[in-house]
């Protein structure tokens, strides 16, 4: 076989395997996400500590909400949808589902009254979500922060009321607002030029 | 003298065989975003994902999304095949890997 014709063939191999590479790498940049919950958990803790409405969380929840589901409609129109992204999506939406009934309905019924145990409940529940993600996902940063989740809500359990309040402060500060922030620069310098295909 | 297999010509296209490969990696994927990996016109990779579409190896579907055209492309089942038979085709003229059988 002429070299010409070999390089080529190589050349052709080649492709396949950046392109495949392409499609499977994770493009879609969710850092925005988790500063998005870090205020909206904020804006509901500040809610909560001004007037103790029991219409705080499920307020700005539906607000964060409505928020995530417009950009990332709009920023996933132009991404690919791959089986891992929509693995990693299924957990948060999963939690989501699991936590906004179950937080309503407690804090309807009026059961809702042991701040520790709340904060513990989402401390977990978080820490599940972010604990399966890094693992998919292979990402140890992310592990980190579950590990954070999971060390708040143990420590939520032993805590006086106003150490309780600060764990939790720190703790949506370290792995909502910190984490995302990191994400968005982790994912702003994987947006690198890509090779023309179509020569 | 061994037989020597043929390469598919639909596939052996440079785009074609990047479309191809993008779309094995993917779920599915919008026009925009293989416009962006393979860098080809609007002209030319509408036409190479019509000839993909017209072979049966990628399917399409067209739909408005905030009031904005919008088609999103899948690879079936034969363009997968398809694309592991080439791999295949060209590993063995390279001597790479096993013969297809």
């Known amino acids: 076989m002429p070299d010409d014709t070999e390089q080529e063939l190589r050349d052709r191999l080649q492709l396949i395997e950046t392109m495949i590479a392409e499609g499977r790498a994770h493009t879609e940049n969710w850092g925005w996400a988790f500063v998005l919950w870090g205020l909206v958990y904020y804006a509901a803790l500040a809610w909560t500590a001004w007037n103790h409405s029991a219409w705080a969380w499920p307020v700005t929840v539906i607000i964060g909400v409505a928020v995530t589901v417009i950009v990332a409609s709009s920023k996933a129109a132009d991404h690919p949808m791959t089986t891992l992204a929509r693995a990693v999506g299924s957990i948060w939406i999963a939690l989501g589902v699991s936590m906004f009934p179950l937080f309503f309905a407690l804090g309807m019924s009026g059961r809702l009254t042991d701040g520790h145990l709340f904060a513990a409940v989402i401390s977990a529940m978080l ?14 940063v992310q592990l ?6 999971w060390a708040t809500a143990v420590v939520e359990c032993f805590v006086s009321n106003a150490k309780s309040t600060i764990v939790f402060l720190v703790a949506i500060f370290l792995c909502q607002i910190l984490f995302g922030v990191y994400g968005m620069i982790v994912g702003g310098q994987q947006r690198k030029p890509r090779v023309p295909a179509h020569a | 003298m061994p037989d020597l297999p043929e390469l598919n010509p639909l596939v052996h296209s440079r785009l074609r065989l ?10 599915h994927a919008e026009f925009t975003w293989l416009r962006a990996k393979t860098q080809a016109t609007d002209g030319n990779l509408g036409a190479q994902l019509l000839k993909l579409e017209e072979a049966g190896y990628v399917g399409v579907e067209k739909k408005f999304v905030s009031r904005k055209p919008q088609s999103v492309y899948r690879i079936t089942d034969s363009g997968r095949q398809a694309l592991a038979e080439y791999v295949q085709s060209i590993k063995k003229l390279l001597n790479l890997g096993p013969p297809v059988t």
């Open chain 1, 144 to 149: 980190a922060s579950a590990i954070v989740w």
């Open chain 1, 127 to 140: 820490g599940l979500a972010n604990g399966a993600s890094s693992i998919l996902l292979r990402w140890k």
């Open chain 2, 18 to 27: 990047a479309l191809l490969s993008l779309l094995s990696g993917v779920d």
